[in-house]
């Protein structure tokens, strides 16, 4: 297994779910990235190198103070972008 930034996977995941419902955003690739890019710069990097430590963090990311944080960083990011996109 590589290093990996487990709040890179979350942030993903949520992304997937917003994405569909939001209809403020320009759907293109770079929009989304820079989404993803700012949402993750807000959020502290949660580093996971074995399987068990993956699912250790994947449990604690069912916590709702994280599913929250993760939630706030993508909406602040999608305002930032749907503000001024990089396009």
Not at 15 to 38: G, I
Not at 53 to 58: C, D, F, H, N, S
Request: charged share 30%; glycine share 2%.
């Amino acid at each position: 297994m590589e290093i990996l930034n487990y709040n890179e996977i979350l942030v993903k995941e949520k992304l997937n779910e917003m994405w569909k419902e939001q209809k403020l955003l320009c759907k293109c690739k770079k929009c989304r990235l820079d989404v993803m890019a700012l949402a993750l710069n807000q959020l502290p990097p949660k580093y996971v190198v074995s399987e068990k430590g993956e699912l250790y963090l994947k449990a604690n990311s069912f916590n709702l103070q994280a599913s929250t944080d993760v939630t706030k960083a993508i909406v602040d990011a999608m305002g930032k972008v749907e503000r001024k996109p990089n396009h």
